[in-house]
């Protein structure tokens, strides 16, 4: 059985940090990109960032600059350093797995982990 478990979330104050793990189990690891992606009640999920079979990473302009992705196949976990954190940036964020390649299109993942909240306020 494939799983994702999405952890880190937390309640953290505007400027501070936070880093996401992406635990994977039940896949091949190597032949997956690993997505992030968020969402707001009432709003779409959107997709922020992904990094891809060869390591190669893409980043929504909501979180350039901010944000890196990272991933460590040894353990099977991507994580997402998340710097200079916004109220904007509260979200339910989830990790996603899909086949070889990245993009933030949403039917493209085959498996999504729970979810892990993030809150950035004061």
């Known amino acids: 059985e494939v799983q994702l478990q999405a952890s880190g979330g937390g309640l953290v104050q505007p400027g501070g940090s936070l880093r996401l793990s992406c635990a994977a189990s039940?896949?091949?690891?190597?032949?997956?990109?690993i997505a992030w992606f968020r969402q707001v009640p009432g709003k779409e999920r959107e997709g922020i960032s992904c990094?891809?079979?060869?390591?190669?990473?893409s980043y929504a302009n909501s979180v350039k600059g901010r944000f890196t992705i990272s991933s460590d196949s040894a353990k099977k976990k991507v994580y997402l350093q998340m710097n200079n954190l916004k109220p904007m940036d509260t979200a339910v964020y989830y990790c996603?797995?899909?086949?070889?390649?990245?993009?933030?299109?949403?039917?493209?993942?085959?498996?999504w982990g729970q979810g892990t909240q993030v809150t950035v306020s004061s």
């Open positions: 996603a797995a899909d086949f070889l390649a990245c993009s933030f299109y949403e039917p493209d993942y085959d498996y």
């Open positions: 990094i891809d079979t060869d390591g190669r990473t």
């Open positions: 039940g896949l091949s690891f190597d032949e997956y990109a």
